[in-house]
């Protein structure tokens, strides 16, 4: 398994089990979700390709670095939306995309119902997703992506199955993937285990 996973991050496991708890309300659910997002979002920015560059300090001009290419960060609808403000709180200058997948309770598979996104061509592209359950969703984001010549591509999720993880990583070994935590496996509904339930029903209180 190549995924890269963050569980010996302290801070960030106590606020993984905060989004665990079933009496967790929305409201704290919501704003847990967006402090591991930025937790998340320094963790991988430490790997960001970079270029040299000056500023002029009030006293010199110095090196400094900055962002290669582009970033664009693209929540897959709905849960993913959830992770976005976290992101965005330290990477203010990446673009938006969206795309709109949810699962079919009954076969577990993939439905696509919507798509959009700034041009891709040589970005560096970030799907943002908590769950990673069977993978169908991620999966399917990530070929629609491809489609559009991304420079490179990383997906983010809190919560990761080892199947999930295995899924994407047959189907897409070219895109890096992160996760928070690395659970146990999935149920016969399709449900990570221990997990924490429907990740965008506990977001948006639905
Ligand atoms: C959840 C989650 C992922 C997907 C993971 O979304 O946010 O997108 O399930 O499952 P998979 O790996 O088996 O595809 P869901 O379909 O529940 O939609 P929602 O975010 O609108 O609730
Ligand atoms: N989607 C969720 O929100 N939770 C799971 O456990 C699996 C898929």
Known sequence: ??????SEHALLQTKIAVLRDKKTPSPLFAKT????????????????DTVKTTVITPLMRTGA???????????IL???LGMLDGFLSLMPGAAVG??????DHATLKPRFYYYKTPPLKGADVWVLDPMLATGGSLDFALAKLKAHMPHALRAVSVIASPEGIAHVEKEHPDVKLYTAVVDNKLNAK????????DAGDRYFNT
Do not use: D, T, W
């Not at 969206?98 to 699962?103: A, I, K, P």
């Not at 399709?190 to 339930?197: A, F, R, S, T, V």
């Open 190 to 197: 399709g449900y990570i285990m221990p997990g924490l339930g």
């Open 78 to 80: 709905r849960a993913g």
């Open 1 to 6: 398994m190549k995924a890269k996973n963050f």
């Open 65 to 75: 670095l900055k962002q290669k290419r582009p970033v664009v960060f693209v929540p």
């Open 98 to 103: 969206h795309v709109g997948v949810e699962r």
């Open 33 to 48: 979700l967006n402090e591991i997002s930025v937790i998340l979002c320094a963790l991988i920015g430490a790997e960001i």
